[in-house]
């Protein structure tokens, strides 16, 4: 029997547990259903205390975090609408950035619609 035991000892093959397979699986088992058990339990326990939270907040009139900053976004969205002091918008696309151009393009404009006379001394 000693020598068995230095054969194991030194690396040599240990004998395998037929079974060790089977109890492992049972024993990865029985460890996921607790795990799902204690998540059950504390869902529940949460369940219980936003039960007694909204009681709370219905008593004495108290709103939600997420309550709160829905009504603030949307007061600040509707007071900004007609205020004068809102945001401001971006800059729509060809506006601003060809200034001289577009200076010219209504120049040239006007200066269509002027007698004649006039159209020469501008354009001189």
């Not at 089977?22 to 504390?42: D, G, N, P, S």
């Not at 200034?99 to 501008?122: A, H």
């Amino acid at each position: 029997g000693a020598t068995k035991d230095m054969g194991k000892m030194l690396g040599g093959d240990e004998e395998k547990d037929p079974d060790a397979a089977k109890k492992e699986e049972e024993r990865q088992e029985a460890l996921r259903q607790e795990e799902e058990e204690r998540k059950a339990k504390y869902a529940k326990m949460e369940a219980e205390r936003e039960v007694m939270r909204q009681g709370i907040r219905d008593k004495y009139g108290i709103k939600k975090k997420e309550e709160k900053e829905a009504e603030a976004q949307a007061a600040l969205e509707a007071h900004a609408e007609g205020s004068l002091t809102r945001p401001k918008k971006a800059i729509p696309p060809g506006c601003g950035d060809e200034e001289e151009e577009e200076e010219e393009s209504i120049l040239d404009t006007v200066i269509k619609y002027l007698p004649g006379p006039l159209q020469d001394m501008f354009k001189k």
